[in-house]
């Protein structure tokens, strides 16, 4: 009985921290970390986990905000909060408990990481949320938070704001729109029930809304080349790199053509496949240029 308990609390944990999403935007902090040179186990560890946290905590402040809203949705319906399987009083500890331990890990690395990671939560908990039901500008907001994670693992090695953390910051930025749009474009009748229009056309599902997928997908292509322009990447990263923008382009083009649930669904998950395997591209290639560097210095 006990063991069934104890089961059902973590699984509501799970749902109310939103796990996994949590996981994968933690992987991305760690592409960054690793791209950059770090190799320290510890401040990984400490990566891992202060990320997150702070992660969980918005997550979980992303669900008390919109409690009442999550009941009109089929696909939120379901979450602790609606359904009363956690209280208000315990997500808002959950979540102070995970900002502030997840910050002070953060600190442990460097204080630019905490800095970072508080102003993600900032901007998604108080900016993004409650303008998802104001405007589809809310998209360019909540896009910023979310291209922070590759920026902060990048600079939880480097100390500082330079070139690279930058440019990882903007591809995860740019790939954010036709991903997030796309997932709109699914969700668009379950997000109207709660009064949520976040494709960028007035019009919701329409060729204008798609149209834009497709200049941000050709964007991507050129961005996400930035690390082997300036030499900081090989040409494995930069054939992937190619190979995956036109394959994710070719998945909004067809959006275009069709305007049908079905290749948007494509599209989103194309979008899910798409950035790990160019982020873990870049770090693949980059300590491969490393290797075979000292391998000539030394003559081996």
Not at 270 to 296: H, K, T, W
């Amino acid at each position: 009985m006990l063991k069934r308990v104890l089961k059902e609390k973590i699984n509501t944990y799970i749902l109310f921290t939103k796990f996994r999403l949590s996981v994968l935007v933690i992987l991305s902090a760690i592409s960054g970390y690793l791209f950059v040179g770090g190799s320290n186990f510890l401040e990984l560890i400490y990566l891992f986990i202060g990320g997150f946290l702070v992660t969980a905590a918005s997550n979980g402040s992303n669900q008390i905000l919109e409690r009442e809203v999550d009941t009109l949705m089929k696909r939120t319906a379901k979450r602790p909060l609606p359904l009363g399987t956690l209280s208000l009083k315990e997500a808002y500890t959950i979540v102070v408990i995970s900002l502030i331990l997840g910050l002070v890990i953060l600190y442990l690395i460097n204080f630019y990481s905490s800095l970072l990671g508080l102003l993600a939560y900032v901007i998604y908990v108080f900016l993004y949320t409650p303008m998802k039901s104001r405007s589809p500008w809310a998209v360019f907001i909540g896009a910023i938070p979310g291209a922070i994670p590759p920026m902060l693992g990048a600079i939880a090695y480097t100390d500082d704001f330079g070139l690279i953390p930058g440019i990882l910051f903007f591809v995860q930025f740019t790939w954010q729109f036709p991903h997030f749009w796309a997932i709109a474009w699914v969700c668009y009748d379950d997000y109207k029930l709660a009064g949520f229009n976040l494709l960028p056309s007035d019009k919701g599902k329409s060729k204008n809304s798609a149209y834009q997928m497709v200049i941000w997908s050709i964007a991507l292509i050129p961005f996400s080349l930035l690390p082997w322009v300036i030499g900081v990447s090989g040409s494995w990263s930069m054939i992937i790199s190619t190979f995956l923008g036109i394959v994710f382009f070719y998945y909004a083009y067809k959006l275009l053509l069709t305007c049908e649930d079905k290749d948007a669904r494509k599209l989103m998950f194309a979008s899910f496949v798409y950035l790990p395997i160019i982020q873990f591209s870049y770090v693949f290639d980059r300590n491969l240029n490393v290797i075979e560097s000292f391998l000539q210095i030394n003559k081996i």
